[in-house]
Antibody, heavy 118, light 106 residues
Framework: QVQLQESGPGLVRPSETLSLTCTFFGGSVSGYYWNWLRQPAGNGLEWIGRVYSSGSTNFNPSVMTRVTMSVDTSKNQFSLKLFSATAADTAVYYC????????????WGQGKLVTVSS | IVVTQSPGTLSLSPGERATLSCRASHSVTGTFLSWYQQKPGQAPRLLIYSASTRATGIPDRFSGGGSGTDFTLTISRLEPEDSAVYYCQHHNNPVTFGGGTKVEIK
């Protein structure tokens, strides 16, 4: 059964780096693109960016100056780093698989709550 | 592209028909428009992709339509488990979601 699992610290200090990893179980990261999204409590969904299995990336302009994403095909993992975190970055973070043909996000992780606070 | 969903909340009885609207400020490339269902405490679930194709395992009471800038999600016969927030998403760069429509079952 294919599934995604987010992992990483649930608490980040302001000005530090928010780092999350998503592991894909039951398949290969090759042939898809891999997304990070977030959802502040009580709010809607925000797409952060995507990384292709080739390593190329696209980011939302709202965060593109302080975000990087990478993929490790040997571990079936991809990662998010968001620099200079602030309280506004507090949210549930999701990883999701993107289908190259339809572009739809067909598999989602269960979400990881990350709180930015001192 | 700005994506606007309406209404904000829909309150209907079981068996009724729900029609959710999604409007984009500019034409969506191809039919790269998807719909998701999100229940409290859960991750979103893909319902519809390419504007009108049901994802695997989605009941046929869910249907999508539209093109260009105007899209709809229809739930033909509401069931209690359809209570959720529904989001539309366009796939131009950057990917953008609408603000969601909350469907309440009376």
């Amino acid at each position: 059964q294919v599934q995604l699992q987010e992992s990483g610290p649930g608490l980040v200090r302001p000005s530090e780096t928010l780092s999350l990893t998503c592991t894909f179980f039951g398949g290969s990261v090759s042939g898809y693109y891999w997304n990070w999204l977030r959802q502040p409590a009580g709010n809607g969904l925000e797409w952060i960016g995507r990384v292709y299995s080739s390593g190329s990336t696209n980011f939302n302009p709202s965060v593109m100056t302080r975000v990087t994403m990478s993929v490790d095909t040997s571990k079936n993992q991809f990662s998010l780093k968001l620099f200079s975190a602030t309280a506004a970055d507090t949210a549930v973070y999701y990883c999701a698989r993107g289908d190259i043909r339809t572009r739809a996000f067909d598999i989602w992780g269960q979400g990881k709550l990350v709180t930015v606070s001192s | 592209i700005v994506v606007t969903q309406s209404p904000g909340t829909l309150s209907l009885s079981p068996g009724e028909r729900a029609t959710l609207s999604c409007r984009a400020s500019h034409s969506v490339t191809g039919t790269f428009l998807s719909w998701y269902q999100q229940k409290p405490g859960q991750a979103p679930r893909l319902l519809i992709y390419s504007a009108s194709t049901r994802a695997t395992g989605i009941p046929d009471r869910f249907s999508g339509g539209g093109s260009g800038t105007d899209f709809t999600l229809t739930i033909s016969r509401l069931e209690p488990e359809d209570s959720a927030v529904y989001y539309c998403q366009h796939h131009n760069n950057p990917v953008t979601f609408g603000g969601g429509t909350k469907v309440e079952i009376k």
